[in-house]
Structure formats: C-alpha cells, structure tokens
C-alpha cells in the first residue's frame, strides 16, 4: 500500500492535483479580523471557523503555527457509478500539513513524512529535512487586526480530491472545476474536538458529456459533487508503532530511516492498527481503557441493517480471545451524534446506479501508522446479486414458498460476511485470498456461496461460514496483542497449516499460487470445479420462469440466467492455476520458505478439467430452456447484466458459448502461466510441455468431431475462440521467446491439419477449416487481424 493513501484493499487510486488556482477570492483589504469576527458564523473547535455569509467567504484562524496535523478530503456526496468510483463517503488522500507564516503569508506546507532519521542529533534529522522537496498547497494573507485571521476560499474550493483526473482516467472527457459555479455551504462548515470539516460543492463541466456521467448526473456537461476537507489532529506520540511482518496479515505502512546502521535495513514498515490498551497492562485479560467502536449508518434498511450489526459483531469474539474484554463494540449511530466527527469510526451504507465494490478504508497517522478512524462504504445493490444467484439456482424447487426464504437467507448471509470483512480492513487487517483453501479460515477472502445437490435438488442452506475463522483470531492477536507473544503465534500459523496469500500474487490472470484465488472454495481447485460443474448443468437443465420476481415480465429471465450459465467463472480461474502452478508461504520460519512448482499429476488434471468446461455438453443449453429466454418486453432493454448476440433481441446461444469459452482458454493460455509451463517442463520432463498443452486443446476442440446438430455451433465458435487465444498468447509481449516458438511451431502444425481435414471434409465443414488456417496465416503475417473481429463482453461477476 502506498504510504501516501490511506485506501485499503481494492479502492481505486486518486491522483490528487496539487497545482495553485489561479485566481484569489480574498475579502477587501479594508476589512479587518475583528469585523469578520463580529459579523460571521463561528464553528469553534479544533480550528476556528468563520463563515462571513455577504461576501461568501471562509475565515480561518491561525491559533497553532508550525504544528502539524492531518488534512484529508472526502465525497460526502458521489457520483453514483461504480465504473467511474467517485463514491459517496470516498476518503481520499491523507496528508500531513502545518501552517506556517512567511511575511504577511500564511502558507500550508504538507511535510514529506516518507524520508526521515530517527536520530537524536538535530543536524543529522535537518540534513534529511533538507535533501528531499516539501509541497506548499496553498498561500494566504492575513487579515489586518489583532487576531491572525486568514481568508481560505481559494484553498477549499480546488480539486485536491482529484476528480478531474479520475474522470479523464474513466475516458469520461475533459472535465474542469468551474470556480464560479462552486461554493462553501455555510452548514457544513464544522468544527470538533479533534477536527474540522468544511464541505464545498463542485461543479466540474465539459464541453461534451461523458457517457457515465451522463448516465447519473440530470446535465452530463455539468457534473457537481460535494467535496469535504477535513483537518484533524494528530494523536498523542504515545503510541507505539509495531512493526510489520510478512505473516501478520496486516496493511503497513513505511518510510526511509536515514539514521540507520549500514548493516541494518533502510525502510522501515509498521503495521496499520487502532490504539487498544488494558485497563490492567499485561499479558492477561482485561477490560479494555476505552473500546475500538463502530457505528452504523441509520439509512440502512431493514432486515439488511440487522445483517450489518450481526456481521460487525463477529470481531468481538477475536478480540476477547485476545484478552481486551469488550474491545470492539458496534452500534446505531446515536441520534446526537455526527458522523463527520473524526471520534466515530462509520459503517455507510451507499448507493450507485450499478453494483459496485464496497470498501473498508481508515485515516491513519502516517508518522506511526495507528488508525485514528475507521470508514467502511457498503454498496447497496450487491446484495440484489446474491439474491438474484439464489432465484435462478432454486428456480426448480417445487416449494416456491421456501425458495423464496432460502434466497434471502443467502443473500443476508453474504451481507453478515461482507460487513465483518470490510470492518476487518479498517481495523488494519490485508486480503487472504487462501483462507478458503484452508477451512474458510478467515473473512478477509472473497467467498463464492457454497452449493450442494442432494438427492437430485440443489441446496443452499449454509451458503457461508457464520463468525469470523481461526486466521481472523490469529491476527487480531498478532497485531493488537502482546509483542512477546508474536514468535509463538507464527510458529502456531506454521503448525496448523494457515495460509496467507495476499494480492500480489492472487487477482491477476497469470496469478501462480495455486491456493489464493478469489470467489473460490475447497482445497482443491481442480475437484471443487467437476463439483461445480455438475451443479452448474443441474441448475441449467431445470432453470424455468419461476427464477423471475413476481412483477417481472418475462424477458427479465434472461438476466436471471446469466450468473447460472456462469456459475464457474470463479473456480475455473482458481482451476487454472494449477497449470504452470506454484506453492509458498510467507513464513519467516522452518522450511515453508521454499517455494515449487506443482506436480505433474495436478497440472494435468486441471487442464483435463478445464478443457472438459469447453466441450458442447458444458457449453450448450437445452432448447426448451432457450425457449424460456425470451426478448426483453416493451421498454425493457438489455444492460451491462444481459448476455450481449449477434441475433438482435433474441437470445444468442453460441454467443453465451463464445464468452464462457474465451473466459477458459484466455485462463488456460494467460502468457505468464505459458511461461512457467515451459520453466517447468525445462526442469522435470514429467511436467506439462507447452506442446502438450497446446496440442490437448486443439484435439479436443478444433480437431473434434463436426457433426451436423445442436451442438455443431458450439464446437464451430469454441474452434474459433481456441485459435484466437493461441494467436494472442503468440503475439502477447509478456510471453516468453522461448514459448513463442513452441507456439509458432504448433500454429504452423495445426496449419497442416486444417487443410488435411479440409479435403476431406463436406463443404460447410470444409469451409470453416479453410477459414481457421487462412486466418492462422493472416494473424502471424499481421497481428492486427483477429478472427473474431468484436469479441462480446463478459457481463459483469464482480463483486458478489
């Protein structure tokens, strides 16, 4: 994690603008501090505000020159759409500041916190001081007068937030704040204890509307938001900061100890965490001084608001075992209480016009690392996607009565999971993707809801794990408990067999460790995808209209049946992995260092296992499900959720056969995973070749029988879809030379073949063979061709 951000997880980065405004908005100069005093709104606390309401204008007084503090800024009001990530309750960039007067100026110097020496000598700490750039944000003149007012305008109405250049990185268009559109409102000009908040409303416009910001906002050309900027104190240096440790499962932070001995490491990396401490100091349990508390958004609805506090509360076991006897406490946010003061750590429940990811992000003391407040974003419309997975896998179930109660158990039970992993976040703890792999042992990894079929019918009665798992109660214990405990804690991880894999090597699709995938269960990939399977072609054979809500036409349906006909995107990632696969820990101790590939034997059967995903009897839908998937009725239209065709309004089979097979062979094919197939095979003749893997795969597809009847589609887009990915693995810059002339030599192999088969095949037959090998030739002569010359999208899977 970038030290600079106080984003946790998957939050998208925000590029804040630094640059000046070009223009001042300071009062006349004939008026005086005193003036401004007499005649404006006050929000006294940790600054002093004054809101002078005639000229609009924001008054600061300067009590504490050359301190440092916090200033972060916030959307307490967002865009609305998950694909351009402006979302309500946003936190953005944490920096630490102080004001200091030059002259007549005060200016607003944000302190580089990342170099330093720890040293008590001062001319060594000032050689360090000097050697690296400050960043002034902002310049203002006092006020004539007693009282060292400065007029801030022109500090809070500017983008620092950065939203003009997350709009230009959505391809949304050249958006500018328009200064003169843009004001402070007076009421939310606020000041705490320990901090003040002043929100302004932007207005960003554009000579041309971007398309997802026209899709949430009434003029796309003019887009406002509402931008906070909070300043908060800093904590008492009481704090002892722990250092970081590979296994501890925590986010970190670091800087650069210049002071440090030559033989002793340069950067220094400390655990993110909350300040806890025992009433009675000690290893033994006891009461805690004051509790790590979190509230709950009151605009939660129910049975969803209960299903947050369930979730939340699952931390309080982790921390008892710990031995802090009630530390962690969750609660409604009192009626009196503001949710902008710094002292409550939020849970927000927010909504977007798509579904979108949810959030656990803090503000954090950069000098230390200890987490000053907690902010969790839940996105409102996820659970609408479980509930949508659980309508289509219980479409059959005779009693619609309990089908209708076992969806909304399910999707309540992913709500309870979510909202304990997002506060897990905030309080300091990474991703484990390989949790599932090791007995669902902790909330931190994504869980897929798990699905049995029992005597011939689908059940989702313990769709996830309730409470938090045993790694959870490890590294709260690491991370909050006592130091000297630390060594036997991960001796105890080493001897139980707890993995942890975070997201280096665990999202990407050339990802290696064959234990970390996301949305994925079981130990073994390969076995829990045959599992799938079958329960994915039970859920397809018998899927029926009664999957639709009750006021649902019928052209609904069809969405309905896009997670079900995608029901193993997941595992078939995590399956794959196994290919060219690898096993590690981050262990620190014993042998679990080393790190190999996996065996022959498992690398074979999970390419067995994937190329059976890719053959007719997975890929085809029965006709008289088809029938069920009628055009959207009306006003209706497809969306972002919808399998996109080729057929207009009707539903296309073989384009839901082209955008599952693409999902396979592009995991099959990725170059990184080719790449350490041909190390493998380099090392341990045992191991699969490239050549073995690319000549299975062209047998079982290309060269498969082509046979007029329902299937025959299928196969002819498969052959094409399989091509393609060999071609693109060919070209691909990441791939190895090595594996480029292992495929180049098997391109130029199946060349032959097609034109054998060619001749001997009916013409339809044949014509699609001379297809495939003349588009070989064009490929490796110009890589710009592509068979498929508009791949359809994959409807969106993400987040469940």
């Excluded at 506060?423 to 902790?442: C, Q």
């Amino acid at each position: 994690m970038n030290r600079r951000h106080i984003s946790f997880a998957i939050m998208l980065a925000i590029s804040p603008a630094l640059s000046l405004p070009s223009f001042s908005s300071h009062a006349s100069s004939n008026i005086t501090a005193e003036k401004v005093i007499k005649t404006s709104d006050v929000a006294e606390g940790f600054l002093n505000l004054y809101f002078e309401p005639k000229e609009g204008q924001l008054y600061l007084k300067i009590d504490h020159l050359n301190q440092p503090f916090l200033m972060l800024t916030s959307l307490p009001q967002g865009v609305g759409s998950n694909d351009i990530g402006l979302d309500r309750g946003q936190l953005g960039r944490t920096r630490m500041v102080q004001f200091e007067q030059q002259g007549p100026y005060i200016v607003l110097k944000e302190l580089n916190t990342l170099y330093r020496a720890s040293s008590d000598n001062k001319a060594e700490r000032a050689s360090v001081e000097q050697a690296f750039a400050n960043s002034i944000l902002w310049r203002g003149k006092l006020l004539d007068g007693k009282k060292p007012l400065v007029a801030i305008n022109d500090l809070v109405i500017n983008d620092l937030h950065g939203v003009s250049d997350v709009l230009t990185a959505r391809k949304q268009g050249s958006y500018t704040l328009d200064k003169q559109r843009s004001v402070i409102m007076p009421s939310q000009v606020k000041s705490f204890e320990q901090n003040a908040d002043v929100d302004v409303n932007l207005t960003f416009t554009a000579n041309k509307a971007g398309d997802l910001v026209s899709q949430v906002t009434p003029d796309g050309k003019f887009m406002s938001v509402r931008m906070r900027y909070s300043f908060v104190q800093l904590p008492q240096e009481t704090y002892q900061p722990r250092e970081y440790h590979p296994m501890s499962g925590y986010l970190s932070d670091q800087y650069l100890d210049y002071s440090t001995q030559v033989d002793e490491p340069i950067v220094k990396r400390f655990l993110l965490r909350h300040r806890l401490e025992k009433v009675t100091p000690g290893d033994a349990p006891s009461e805690v001084v004051k509790p790590i508390t979190y509230y709950l958004d009151p605009g939660a609805p129910e049975p969803i608001r209960t299903a947050l506090l369930d979730g939340a509360k699952w931390w309080e076991q982790a921390f008892n075992d710990a031995g802090f006897i009630n530390g962690f406490k969750v609660e409604m946010l009192p009626e009196e209480a503001d949710p902008q003061d710094v002292r409550y750590n939020m849970i927000q429940w927010v909504h977007r016009a798509t579904r979108g990811w949810s959030y656990g992000a803090a503000v954090t003391d950069p000098r230390t690392g200890e987490i000053i407040k907690g902010h969790v974003t839940l996105g409102s419309l996820r659970v609408r996607q479980d509930h949508l997975i659980a309508r289509g896998l219980t479409s059959s179930w005779v009693d619609r009565e309990a089908a209708a109660e076992a969806s909304m158990a399910l999707s309540l039970a992913r709500i309870r999971q979510l909202s304990a992993h997002e506060i897990g976040h905030t309080l300091g703890l990474d991703h484990n993707f390989a949790a599932s792999s090791h007995n669902n042992a902790s909330v931190m990894d994504y869980p897929h809801p798990y699905i049995r079929l029992e005597n011939d019918k689908i059940n989702i009665d313990t769709p996830y794990t309730e409470g938090i798992g045993e790694w959870d109660k490890y590294t709260i214990a690491f991370g909050y408990g006592p130091q000297s405990n630390q060594q036997a804690l991960l001796s105890q991880a080493l001897n139980e067999g707890y993995r942890y894999i975070g997201e280096a090597d665990s999202r990407g699709e050339g990802a290696s460790h064959v234990y970390a995938s996301l949305w994925d269960n079981g130990g073994d990939a390969v076995a829990e995808l045959i599992r799938l399977e079958k329960i994915r072609r039970h859920a397809i054979e018998r899927f029926n209209a009664d999957a639709l809500l009750a006021d649902d036409p019928r052209g609904e349906l069809a969405d309905v049946f896009v997670p079900i006909y995608l029901l193993t995107r997941y595992q078939v990632e995590a399956a794959a992995k196994w290919i060219g696969g690898t096993d590690y820990s981050y262990q620190q101790i014993g042998a679990g260092l080393r790190w190999h590939f996996v065996s022959p034997t498992q690398q074979k059967a999970a390419l067995n296992a994937l190329i059976a995903s890719l053959s007719a009897d997975s890929l085809l839908v029965p006709e008289d499900v088809m029938q069920w998937l009628v055009p959207k009725a009306g006003n209706y239209q497809k969306t972002r959720e919808s399998f996109q065709g080729n057929l207009g309004v009707i539903t296309d089979q073989l384009a839901m056969a082209e955008v599952m097979s693409r999902h396979i062979v592009s995991q099959i094919l990725s170059p990184l995973r080719l790449n350490r197939v041909n190390q493998a095979y380099m090392q341990d003749a045992e191991q699969l070749s490239v050549v073995k893997l690319i000549d299975q795969l062209v047998g079982a597809t290309v060269y498969q029988d082509l046979s007029r009847g329902d299937s025959l589609g299928v196969k002819l887009r498969v052959n094409a879809v399989v091509i393609e990915g060999i071609l693109n693995a060919y070209h691909h810059p990441e791939t190895a030379s090595e594996v480029k002339a292992q495929l180049l030599a098997r391109l130029e192999f199946t060349v032959k073949q097609l034109k054998r088969r060619s001749t001997r095949a009916s013409e339809y037959q044949a014509a699609h063979y001379d297809w495939l090998y003349q588009s070989i030739e064009k490929s490796l002569a110009s890589p710009e061709y592509k068979i498929i010359a508009n791949p359809l999208p994959m409807p969106p899977g993400s987040p469940i």
